[in-house]
């Protein structure tokens, strides 16, 4: 058994993910996700301990969480197994979620979208607001879609 407690981001799929999520980052908004040069491999680390909050889902039909570092885990109240199972419409309370999806369909049709303003729900019900997110979409070298991501680094609990 292993000691790190990072061992589930060592998966090639977190490796490549992590690839995915910066270069699509800086490719629709010009500007880096980490400040700083790290290798490949230990890109995904880096995001997940990141102090700023970072979420990304897949493309299914209902999407799936499938990427929240540490930051956002804390605020979702998740651990990392709770939280990559998770409908990522579940992080908005019902009222929320038409916003929310509409959000996600004018950055599918645009790239991205900065300074996205919407509140978000954790596990136990404690409601936040998020501020100045960027929501991008997550596509490779072959423009090939992989999903959304967000990243914000002002919150506050309501």
């Known amino acids: ?26 490719r629709f ?9 790290v290798d490949p491999n230990e890109c995904i680390t880096k995001l997940f301990d990141a102090p700023f909050a970072l979420v990304s889902h897949g493309t299914e039909e209902d999407p799936i969480f499938n990427f929240g570092n540490q930051t956002a885990l804390d605020l979702f109240e998740l651990t990392w197994p709770q939280f990559t199972v998770l409908a990522s419409r579940m992080s908005a309370e019902p009222l929320n979620r038409e916003k ?21 729900i954790s596990s136990t019900g404690r409601k936040f607001l998020i501020e100045n997110a960027t929501v991008w979409n997550i596509v490779d070298d072959l423009d090939r879609y992989h ?6 680094n002002k919150w506050s609990y309501l």
């Open 1 to 26: 058994m292993s000691t790190d407690p990072h061992s589930f981001l060592n998966d090639v799929f977190y490796v490549k993910h992590a690839s995915l999520l910066c270069r699509s980052y800086e």
């Open 29 to 37: 908004t010009g500007k880096p996700l980490l400040t700083f040069t």
């Open 100 to 120: 929310r999806q509409m959000l996600l369909d004018r950055v599918a049709r645009h790239g991205y979208i900065d300074n996205y303003k919407g509140i978000r």
């Open 147 to 152: 999903g959304q991501a967000a990243a914000f």
